[in-house]
């Protein structure tokens, strides 16, 4: 399809291709590069590859959509001109089954209204060719940097999620409103996910003071938790331990 031809881009500097940046991921970050034209995906390839990310090419958009939904990606690149099923149809689809993962947009489509469909459609970026592979690349790098500190402020266990910086809660989609000591509580039960914490333990982390054999706060609130995470059908997923304490897990 002639959307863009390879003489059309811009060539990257020798530095930019030739000197990976240093990484300190034990993992390489995965990017999906969903594109029609090969010229592109081998010049786009060797760019991400150069910088340390491992790239994964499909040539149309049924393939690329499945391997969108089915693939374990970090960051999808995504022509909008595609055979098969168009780039747009394709975002709408990823985005509502993977909303956290970045899908760039990387097009010859460049007019407003087409960056304000693809911006609206869920692109976190939108790049017209003919493109600096520079950018690209830096682009990329930057929106995975978001998805890693968004990843560091919530906190996920069971089906609960927190958000640390938010302070929100919640369970299966839902929000959660809690006070404070109960939203306190949940992150030091999801903190410690699976394992089994003492009434001494919680309420020394919680409320900041020795064990007092007297008192029965942190019952008092684990029940206030079970009562706001819980449904009718779908009780909260935090467990009595007999003469311990308690766990957030998946089983009793």
Not at 70 to 97: H, K, N, Q, W, Y
Not at 189 to 218: F, K, M
Request: net charge negative; aromatic share 6%.
């Amino acid at each position: 399809m002639p959307e863009a031809a390879d003489s059309a881009l811009e060539q990257p500097s020798p530095s930019a291709e030739s000197a990976p940046a240093a990484r300190d991921e034990l993992v390489p970050p995965r990017v999906l590069l969903v594109e029609d034209e090969p010229g592109i995906v081998d010049f786009v390839r060797r760019g991400l590859e150069a910088d340390g990310f491992v790239v994964e090419a499909a040539l149309d958009g049924v393939a690329g959509e499945r391997l969108a939904l089915g693939g374990d990606f970090d960051a999808v690149v995504l022509d909008l001109m595609l055979p098969g099923r168009s780039g747009l149809d394709i975002l709408e689809t990823v985005r509502s089954a993977k909303p956290s993962m970045p899908v760039i947009v990387l097009t010859a489509r460049g007019e407003i209204e087409d960056r304000v469909a693809g911006l609206n459609a869920g692109a976190v970026d939108y790049l017209v060719k003919p493109f600096s592979l520079a950018e690209l690349v830096a682009r990329v790098r930057a929106h995975l940097r978001v998805v890693e500190q968004a990843s560091a402020s919530n906190l996920r266990g069971e089906d609960i999620e927190v958000n640390l910086l938010t302070r929100k809660a919640h369970r299966g989609g839902r929000p959660v409103t809690l006070s404070t000591t109960e939203f306190e509580l949940l992150v030091y039960l999801l903190r410690h996910h699976g394992q089994v914490l003492s009434r001494e333990q919680i309420l020394s982390a919680v409320w900041g003071y020795e064990h007092d054999p007297a008192t029965n706060v942190v019952d008092v609130y684990v029940g206030y938790l079970r009562r706001k995470l819980g449904q009718p059908d779908d009780p909260a997923p935090i467990f009595t331990v007999r003469s311990v304490g308690y766990r957030l897990g998946s089983t009793s």
